[in-house]
């Protein structure tokens, strides 16, 4: 356990549903990170937030996809209108400034 | 941004054997980290390596930064070890891009 919580683990939708992930980053973290991770690949980067500011989002896959961290603690990555090719793992990480990031176990997306 | 690269990209030992994964990089950067992935898809940290020698256990890793390349060593495997192993380095603002993995099976 890294200290990184995601919730759900794994959540199966069908298409045309918005679905809405939640990562609990390690408390005194103030950088929150958010990765796609399809099978047989590494993980993709798609946004981060230092505490509630989000510093990078044009990773995003499309307009579909957004992400919030609203008192800089919690965030949530939420997808509307999913589509098949969003089947995958979406992982979150935190961390302070550079160091090591710490990763969630992920929240395993199918879409039907 | 950088792009990092692995190999190999399988790898079936028996137990008890060493193995070498390797990592390049296309550009300098200023830390590089190991991470091995189990089956259940959780990453857990291994080495936060910029450069040098560091252990832990039965796992080394070096980077020769100016060379752009990271390796890791495991040694006298066990079955515990399979998995997938990703290095990742930094783009501006610490977001990693990662290689496309080692799979490695450690064959009992």
């Known amino acids: ?112 | 941004g950088i792009q990092v690269e692995q190999s190999p990209p399988d790898l079936i030992l028996q137990e008890g054997a060493n193995s070498t994964l390797r990592c390049n990089f296309s550009d300098s950067v200023n830390n590089l980290q190991w991470f091995h992935q189990n089956p259940w898809g959780q990453l857990i940290n291994l080495f936060y390596i910029p450069s040098g020698t560091k252990q832990n256990g039965r796992l080394s890793a070096t980077t020769v930064a100016t060379e752009r390349y990271s390796l890791l060593y495991i040694s006298s495997s066990q079955t515990t070890d399979s998995g997938v192993y990703f290095c990742a380095g930094p783009n501006a603002g610490n977001m990693l891009t990662f290689g496309g993995g080692t799979r490695l099976m450690v064959k009992p």
């Not at chain 1, 980053?25 to 509630?52: M, V």
């Not at chain 1, 989002?57 to 499309?62: A, V």
């Open chain 1, 1 to 112: 356990d890294t200290g990184v919580s995601q919730d759900p683990r794994h959540k199966i939708t069908k298409r045309g549903q918005n679905v809405t992930f939640r990562c609990d980053p390690i408390s005194e973290h103030n950088r929150l990170y958010w990765y796609r991770q399809t099978l047989g690949q590494g993980p993709e980067f798609l946004t981060y937030f230092q505490n509630e500011a989000q510093l990078e989002k044009s990773r995003l896959l499309s307009d579909r996809f957004s992400a919030e961290r609203p008192k800089g603690s919690f965030s949530t990555l939420e997808i509307q209108r999913t589509e098949q090719g969003d089947s995958a793992m979406y992982l979150c990480a935190s961390t302070t400034g550079l160091d090591t990031q710490y990763f969630g176990p992920g929240t395993r997306l199918t879409v039907l």
